[in-house]
């Protein structure tokens, strides 16, 4: 059998995958249905495990989505969490025939001339593609990612699987509305296949940053990228659970630069990298110490309108003064409608959890006692229970990457043990904050890297 046969067969058998994933989770969505119906609650653990065996033989884009949904605490019950967080995010390898045709469909028949080498065996696997290493033609390292054939086609079978799981959700628990959300993850996941945008991501990622030394932000190679092919600067590093028995200095340090990648372009240009897997980030070294962490990938990028952002200070200010006028302010900003009493206590619960770090000003780990897959689960468990006697309430869609981002942050500082005052660092990327501040620079910035300016 000749290498492109075997590539027609590999990709024919993961089409043939994705034709049974829906009957699949469709099974299993029913009988999540019918425990939760009848109180069969301990039925869950076997079901987590055929709804893993279901997704888990796939490894498409879908894992994409499945271990989104594990991170948003109390969307999916415990043991479901569990089970998705565990699926591989990679899909077989293409082989290097198939590669060269890819890489000829992209840049022509000539593009190995355009290298200075180009390794067909890829470095790395994910969801949409995989990362190839390679050098320019004068020498410097580069990470070159070629997304999988037809991919259009297989992420919008996803998320029509999506919906369905969504539409099962709300049937058997309307306490929370997830059409917002259903709506927020379909646009973030399109954008993930344009490697244009994500390069103009990068740019403006780049430009966030310019001022944080303990984040790096690889460079762009546009001349070798194209729609399905991004080639980005080779950023040397270690994986950043290799570090979470060093000393408490560098685990520190390394939850310092953390904090900054994520909030300081939050703060200073709106935007928020929503995919906080550990995957997205590596550990840069220099006089063999680490000093900080390298920035990868660039597809799962939230822009907000500064007004959000603006929120956000608002709902910090206002509870750390206990001004509950400032507070209703901030949620109605964010787009929360028909708030009570009762609701806005509720929505309370969840923000004293995600603010309880910033607004205590001592050296401290960002949740003591709690395992890194357990964080915000007790809280978001609380407000779930509220909402069934007092919602139901519809979550604005920004929130789904705003709180995953939260989420998977908090997860970081647990993994790393770190003990910071998380207050002084949050004050220092607010303190010169306004709104029209915020919009001017956002817009400099998106504008920079050929991005629109949100309206």
Not at 102 to 120: I, K, N, T, V
Not at 149 to 162: G, H, I, R, T
Not at 299 to 315: A, E, N, T
Request: aromatic fraction near 8%; proline fraction near 5%.
């Amino acid at each position: 059998m000749s290498d492109s046969d075997r590539e027609a067969n590999r990709f024919s058998a993961r089409a043939a995958r994705y034709a049974r994933v829906g009957a699949n989770v469709g099974g299993v969505a029913a009988r999540i249905a019918g425990a939760r119906l009848f109180g069969g609650e301990g039925q869950h653990a076997s079901n987590a495990a055929v709804l893993a065996q279901a997704l888990g033989g796939l490894k498409g884009p879908i894992m994409k989505v499945a271990q989104l949904l594990a991170t948003i605490p109390d969307l999916v019950p415990p043991e479901y969490a569990s089970e998705l967080q565990k699926l591989q995010s990679e899909a077989p390898p293409m082989g290097a025939a198939f590669v060269k045709r890819r890489m000829q469909a992209e840049l022509g028949p000539a593009w190995q001339s355009r290298f200075g080498s180009f390794d067909l065996q890829p470095a790395a696997a994910a969801s949409l593609g995989q990362v190839h290493r390679a050098t320019t033609k004068d020498g410097a390292p580069l990470a070159c990612k070629l997304q999988y054939p037809d991919m259009q086609s297989a992420v919008e079978a996803d998320l029509k699987q999506l919906d369905l799981v969504f539409a099962v959700h709300r049937r058997m628990d309307p306490s929370i509305d997830t059409r917002e959300i259903s709506q927020e993850i379909g646009e973030r996941v399109r954008e993930e296949l344009d490697y244009e945008r994500e390069a103009k991501h990068a740019d403006l990622y780049k430009l966030a940053l310019s001022d944080v030394a303990e984040v790096r932000v690889p460079d762009v190679h546009r001349a070798l990228s194209t729609k399905r092919l991004l080639s980005l600067s080779w950023l040397e590093g270690e994986k950043i659970l290799s570090f979470t028995e060093a000393d408490v200095e560098i685990r520190n340090r390394l939850a310092v630069a953390m904090f900054k990648a994520w909030w300081h372009p939050f703060s200073h240009a709106a935007i928020i990298h929503g995919d906080p897997h550990l995957g997205n980030y590596t550990v840069f070294s220099e006089g063999g110490e680490a000093r900080g962490i390298n920035l990868l990938d660039y597809g799962c990028i939230r822009i907000f309108h500064p007004k959000f952002v603006g929120g956000v200070v608002d709902l910090y200010r206002g509870l750390q003064g206990d001004d509950r006028a400032r507070i209703v302010h901030a949620y109605e900003t964010w787009g929360f409608k028909n708030l009570s009493n009762e609701l806005i206590d509720i929505l309370n619960i969840w923000a004293r959890f995600i603010y309880g770090p910033l607004l205590d000003d001592r050296v401290r780990t960002v949740a003591d006692g709690v395992k890194p897959g357990e964080y915000g689960r007790r809280q978001a468990f609380e407000v779930h229970k509220a909402l069934k006697e007092r919602g139901p309430v519809t979550v604005p869609r920004e929130f789904v990457f705003m709180d995953r981002a939260a989420v998977g942050l908090g997860a970081v500082f647990l993994h790393l043990k770190a003990e910071l005052n998380y207050h002084q660092l949050f004050e220092d990327e607010i303190a010169r904050f306004s709104l029209d501040g915020l919009a001017a620079t956002q817009a400099d910035a998106l504008r920079r890297a050929g991005l629109p300016v949100p309206t």
